[in-house]
């Protein structure tokens, strides 16, 4: 059974890069990778890609971001919180400083948001870019039913950094 679960999760990234690789794209944003501690080699030789990844376990979370080798890319920092539900990675680019972060936000927790919001406002420079799955309401007005994420709107996250 773990055989076959390996090979599937194989056979499910090498579609993924096929992909991005057919996009042209230069940075990827993954969630719900789930990788726990013994799938690490999943994402960490992958031809062409510099990865950042969380390690939580197999069966929940996780989130990744890619950066493409060819890329002039200067890597300043990076952080992983500990339950794998975000990844903070601060770099240059052609010289200017970004800070991609890369979030899920699983429907059973209430503060990983917030506590997000809380580290940005301290440590994000230059251009920010949230990306993720939030599981959360972002207007309250069009997303009238939300059985399976948060019911409190995000609005109060958006302002993240001042």
Known sequence: MLKRLQKIVVKNYISI???????????????????????????KDIDGWEPYFSVHHPRSKGVAILI???SPFEHLKHDIEPTGSYIVLIFKLYGKCFTLVNVY??????KVLQCLSEYLRQTARGVLIVA???????????????????????????????
Do not use: C, M, W
Request: glycine share 4%; aromatic share 6%; charged share 20%.
């Open 17 to 43: 890069l096929q992909r991005l690789n057919e996009l042209q794209a230069s940075v990827a944003f993954l969630q719900e990778t789930h990788i726990g501690i013994n799938d690490v080699s999943h994402l």
């Open 68 to 70: 493409k080798n060819e």
């Open 105 to 110: 936000n699983h429907a059973k927790e209430h």
């Open 132 to 162: 993720g799955n939030f599981n959360t309401v972002l207007n309250t007005d069009l997303d009238r039913q939300y059985p399976t994420g948060h019911a409190e709107p995000l609005r109060p996250y958006l302002n993240l950094v001042s």
